[in-house]
């Protein structure tokens, strides 16, 4: 009898599902709005009915389920207790246990958003073929999973891979969303890139086609940078750098294969990679150097990936 | 019958070894010299000559021993591959297999010293209680080792925990031994904290206590500062700010449940973690606060101790 798993991404807005065999195949996929109304209370019986509504169309029963494997973006525990999660609502609990007792699913694992989606380009993207990787995704935020052994590392309490707030500049007098100052996210989160930008452009009279565009965005300024603007190619070289010396300090605590980066400041394609790349090789210590520079390969879908590998191991 | 393991911790001047029961007791201790001539070719033969002596001596056959742990200083693969050790002049080659052929004892493990001496200080040590711990070592470098989930971490290429080598300080000009520039080694090392007390003593004028000491050393500046010395505070403050930074950078990738500090330098006690844990707080995102500093007990022994956990599990 054929065997299934269900991959299940939990975002603020919308629950990302795919239905998985066994032999590791998606098979299909779909999505529901993210209720927050009610403290977010309403989340996981909605997702519960959606299972089980596709269990009936397929004709698949309880016994042919090896598992549920849900991305939850708040910090989880490696027994899946959520400690809090602001975006969904929710406060502590058991999300395992809670999913089990809806579903009558037993075996159910949760993991942190960043993490599961690491996971999912680990399995199906731009970290195939690798056991030790890190991702990085560069989006309205900087955040991070890192896989050792084809494992998530949670963390003692669900914060490893936390590097959006890896301090990058010591000098910075800003203060981050994390209360603190010089944090990566400051300098390479789509916004962070912007802000930089813009404050480039009002130290210096030099002249750039960044100049001319009423909103700016970080796809602007790689695009103006490869067209060879040159304080747009200074903004690229300053990202690089900072990214390059926060992959130089995972490198010195994890040691992985290869770093691949996700996100929407990632479309930006090969120039992100090269210029994060060559920074990171100044910044390095020599056993630690040559280290694979890959861009991630699953876009939204990497959530939904990895939380069915939770399950199929 | 009783069942026994050894625990070896290779050094470049001695070779400590600790004859362990099965119920995780040491039962004796002893040292031998490590014969570094003939390109370190002698050191394993040695090795298990003295494991064969002390079996003799104790009436154990090889039936009997479960295994042998030991730890190499230099980097090691996880199937027990050393990637060059200059300290003892060995190139690449598979220590493990090579000490299962000389002593007939197939069970054999192996690590990098710092990784195993944070393994011991994980089970019998400043880390007793705790699963995911970091290990930092103060000595004549600044080593490291990760421990996550009751293991060592080692990392693609052997290298994970060269926390030494994580960039404190983006504006120094001097260059590290590792060929970069600014890192931890370079402030927090005996040496480094040296090399930092003369720099602030060229830089001003204040009166210091320290400026009547023929040769300096981090044990006279933390005796000075603990008198009030105001020069010796401030070299303390940067010390732990150094730290506490590094700490911050290792929190945001593997958060774990404890710092453990060793070495020469953490012979000052307990000045030395509460300044580290101070800077710490002010340095690391709210979701990472909170860690627990302790220092080593194990001293010298924490390598043998970790290298026997490393077989009895």
Redesign the interface.
Known sequence: MAKYCFGVDIGGTTVKIGLFSEKEELLDKWEIVTRKDEGGSLILSDIAQSLSDKMEEKGITKDDIVGIGLGVPG?ITADGTVLKCVNLGWGVFNVANEVSSLTGIENVKVGNDANVAALGEMWKGGGKGHK?MVMMTLGTGVGGG?I?NGKI???????????G???V??DEEET?G???KG?LEQFASATGIVKEANRLLLKTDKPSKLRDIQYLSAKEIFDNAKAGDELAGVLVEQLGRYLG?AC??????????VYVIGGGVSKAGDILTDVIKKHYE???????KGKEFKLATLGNDAGMYGSAKMVLG
Chains 1, 2 share one sequence.
């Open positions: 910090p030790n890192i050792i590392l949670a963390g003692s309490n669900g914060a490893a891979g936390e590097i707030h890896l301090t500049n010591y981050c994390c209360g603190k944090c010396i130089s300090h995972i490198s010195a605590v994890v040691d992985p294969e100044d910044n390095v210590m020599f056993a630690l």
